[in-house]
């Protein structure tokens, strides 16, 4: 079936630290893989996504890689700030459901 | 870029009351919406999916009696949680998107409070 599995949490950095999050996914098909972002309160704010094998989504400073052969997306951010500090969750659209598959989200902590 | 906007915000009232969300998509028209619960430090949990002009489809579990949905036009799908108790008490998110293959946008949430 399909599957999202992300890193757990919560994962606390210094400002201006590198940031992976790791995000595996089990899915039939070629699915489009999404980060979504949700900040105290709110809701999901979509931060990139990737439609196809060996595609970078990428924004603010985050990026993240649709890797094929090994089934990952994993987000990466080069300089984290405070603001910075939200659940990260990634998500896979498998093309056979139509229905968002979210991860279980990592909570990102970023002090001064 | 895409909005969705999600109102209300919060509500608290007590046991035995009928509450209504509203998502509306601002600025594309959404084809299919759909409807989450999100209970604190989880992950977001599918309730349904509704499709403009058609009746939701609801996930196993989610009683379609006590959760009903409608989505009348292309901009706005209601929520509206019947008899509301204690346990129902929830973060609740709605979600829209223009078409199959679109990226779908998130409303800001509802807190819903059950006294």
């Known amino acids: ?112 | 870029g895409a909005v969705v906007s999600q109102h209300p915000s919060r509500v608290i009232c007590k046991s035995g009351t009928s509450v209504k969300i509203e998502c509306r998509s601002l600025d594309f028209q959404a084809t299919t919406m759909f409807w989450y619960r999100q209970f604190p430090k989880q992950s977001l949990m599918l309730m349904a999916t509704s499709n403009e002009g058609s009746k939701a489809t609801y996930e196993q579990g989610v009683e379609k009696d006590k959760f009903l949905i409608n989505h009348a036009s292309l901009t706005l799908s209601t929520l509206t949680v019947t008899s509301a108790h204690p346990e129902d008490s929830s973060f609740y998110i709605c979600s829209a998107r223009e078409g199959y293959n679109q990226p779908q946008h998130f409303g800001d949430g509802t807190r819903l409070s059950i006294l």
């Open chain 1, 1 to 112: 079936g399909n599957s999202v599995t992300q890193m757990e949490g919560p994962v606390t950095l210094s400002e201006e630290a590198f940031l992976t999050i790791n995000c595996t996914y089990t899915a039939t098909g070629y699915p489009s893989l999404f980060w979504y972002v949700q900040y105290p309160g709110e809701g999901l704010q979509l931060l990139l996504k990737a439609t196809k094998a060996d595609d970078k989504g990428s924004n603010k400073g985050f990026e993240a890689t649709y890797r094929k052969e090994t089934t990952s997306f994993h987000l990466e951010k080069g300089s984290v700030q405070v603001s910075d500090s939200a659940v990260y969750f990634c998500a896979l659209f498998p093309s056979n459901t139509g229905k968002l598959i979210f991860g279980q989200g990592t909570t990102l902590q970023v002090k001064p």
